[in-house]
């Protein structure tokens, strides 16, 4: 088996699934407990919140865990808007944000919440022009994705936070799902960011958000006030204490994994763009190294990803969150790419357990299915 759809979910690390394990068998005590099983279990679970502060060099009050990346980017950016909404009802963001925070732009707008979707260049990048263009007075929030998780494209982080550094408002808040332990990012000058625990070999819900205290949330899931008062419920100690362990896994030799992910992209790229009607979308020059998204001509997208698949061959129609409702791109959409192009992306997305035997067979594969198809067109 190949499987290149690690934007979608990663395989979780092996030693993650044994602490998982661990805790949950022999700490499955109510972490808010008081008697001393519970009590031993939330000094496991207070660990795990310093062990991923270090790891993220901030505060561990700063740290919230979460469900996942959905309910981290939910809680920032709703979070956000409705506490500071007597300061201001303007938000800007992208054109190419993941539905959990597109679809909660347009929930705000509803409430009555101006929102200013930025365009994208080609590369599929916002430009710090149009950004000092639509900040107003009553802006108060910034939420842009630091990778796209259907091309790759990195965005300009650190100039926006630059830019905003000597502003109190707004707030900049970063969906970080798909470059966390995959291409680094500055802190100081973010205050919000959003990291799942399933994009990174953790399990799946599992999240992180992490917010400085300066900023202030309204909290979206009211109970035994858990996580500061922002996140109530019983906490997932065993998920946490496996996330905190997927993280540091995940960062080690960090440049020597992310120089080796990065020729196993170009190898890739290189092949693809050899190959007669196929068009790459990702630009190597400007996107993350693990995130590839192309297109080939008169293909669509699902009849190749389960032509792949009986090869098995697993990739994506881009968003695994959209792609089952066969919709256009909306990424590709605004970076220019044509209807049918859009339609028919695949996404390859890899982790640093991927090999170039692996890039190469993935290749050849598709060599074969796109040269039987157009046997079959003609």
Same mark, same amino acid.
């Given at each position: 088996?190949?499987?290149? $759809?690690?934007?979608?979910?990663?395989?979780?690390?092996?030693?993650?699934?044994?602490?998982?394990?661990?805790?949950?068998?022999?700490?499955?005590?109510?972490?808010?407990?008081?008697?001393?099983?519970?009590?031993?279990?939330? !000094?496991?679970?207070?660990?795990?919140?310093?062990? /991923?502060?270090?790891?993220?060099? /901030? @505060?561990?009050?700063?740290?919230?865990?979460? %469900?996942?990346?959905?309910?981290?980017?939910?809680?920032?950016?709703?979070?956000?808007? @409705?506490?500071?909404?007597?300061?201001?009802? &303007?938000?800007?963001?992208?054109?190419?944000?993941?539905?959990?925070?597109?679809?909660?732009?347009?929930?705000?707008?509803?409430?009555?919440?101006?929102?200013?979707?930025?365009?994208?260049?080609?590369?599929?990048?916002?430009?710090?022009?149009?950004?000092?263009?639509?900040?107003?007075? !009553?802006?108060?929030?910034?939420?842009?994705?630091?990778?796209?998780?259907?091309?790759?494209?990195?965005?300009?982080?650190?100039?926006?936070?630059?830019?905003?550094?000597?502003?109190?408002?707004?707030?900049?808040? /970063?969906?970080?799902?798909?470059?966390?332990?995959?291409?680094?990012?500055?802190?100081?000058?973010?205050?919000?960011? %959003?990291?799942?625990? &399933?994009?990174?070999?953790?399990?799946?819900?599992?999240?992180?958000?992490?917010?400085?205290?300066?900023?202030?949330?309204?909290?979206?899931?009211?109970?035994?006030?858990?996580?500061?008062?922002?996140?109530?419920?019983?906490?997932?100690?065993?998920?946490?204490?496996?996330?905190?362990?997927?993280?540091?896994?995940?960062?080690?030799?960090?440049?020597? +994994?992310?120089?080796?992910?990065?020729?196993?992209? $170009?190898?890739?790229?290189?092949?693809?763009?050899?190959?007669?009607?196929?068009?790459? &979308?990702?630009?190597?020059?400007?996107?993350?190294?693990?995130?590839?998204?192309?297109?080939? +001509?008169?293909?669509?997208?699902?009849?190749?990803?389960?032509?792949?698949?009986?090869?098995?061959?697993?990739?994506?129609?881009?968003?695994?969150?959209?792609? @089952?409702?066969?919709?256009?791109?909306?990424?590709?959409?605004?970076?220019?790419?044509?209807?049918?192009?859009?339609?028919?992306?695949?996404?390859?997305?890899?982790?640093?357990?991927?090999?170039?035997?692996?890039?190469?067979?993935?290749?050849?594969?598709?060599?074969?299915?796109?040269?039987?198809?157009?046997?079959?067109?003609?």
């Amino acid at each position: 088996m190949i499987y290149f $759809d690690n934007s979608a979910t990663t395989k979780p690390h092996a030693a993650a699934l044994e602490t998982y394990t661990k805790v949950a068998t022999h700490y499955f005590a109510n972490p808010s407990s008081l008697h001393k099983f519970g009590q031993k279990v939330r !000094d496991l679970h207070e660990e795990a919140r310093k062990q /991923v502060a270090a790891l993220m060099s /901030v @505060r561990s009050e700063d740290i919230i865990f979460t %469900s996942g990346g959905t309910e981290s980017n939910n809680l920032a950016i709703k979070g956000i808007a @409705r506490a500071y909404q007597n300061r201001g009802k &303007h938000i800007l963001t992208s054109k190419i944000e993941h539905p959990s925070v597109s679809n909660v732009m347009k929930e705000l707008e509803e409430e009555g919440f101006q929102v200013t979707y930025l365009p994208v260049t080609k590369s599929g990048q916002v430009r710090i022009d149009d950004i000092k263009e639509a900040l107003r007075e !009553d802006t108060i929030l910034i939420s842009i994705m630091h990778v796209n998780n259907e091309v790759g494209s990195i965005q300009p982080i650190a100039e926006i936070g630059e830019l905003l550094k000597e502003r109190e408002l707004p707030f900049f808040h /970063v969906d970080n799902v798909q470059g966390f332990a995959k291409k680094e990012l500055v802190l100081s000058q973010i205050d919000a960011m %959003s990291i799942s625990g &399933h994009k990174l070999h953790g399990l799946r819900g599992t999240g992180i958000l992490y917010k400085k205290s300066t900023v202030k949330l309204h909290p979206e899931i009211l109970g035994g006030g858990q996580e500061f008062g922002l996140r109530s419920g019983t906490e997932n100690t065993a998920g946490i204490v496996a996330l905190a362990k997927a993280m540091r896994l995940s960062l080690e030799d960090f440049e020597k +994994k992310s120089s080796e992910l990065t020729a196993l992209r $170009d190898y890739l790229l290189e092949q693809l763009e050899k190959l007669d009607g196929v068009t790459v &979308h990702t630009d190597a020059l400007h996107s993350a190294p693990h995130i590839i998204c192309f297109s080939a +001509k008169n293909h669509r997208g699902e009849v190749l990803v389960h032509a792949l698949e009986e090869k098995e061959v697993f990739v994506s129609t881009t968003s695994a969150c959209s792609s @089952r409702a066969k919709l256009e791109s909306s990424t590709l959409h605004a970076m220019g790419v044509s209807g049918n192009q859009a339609t028919g992306a695949i996404r390859v997305s890899l982790s640093y357990d991927n090999t170039k035997a692996e890039a190469e067979q993935f290749i050849y594969f598709l060599k074969e299915i796109l040269q039987k198809i157009n046997e079959v067109v003609k």
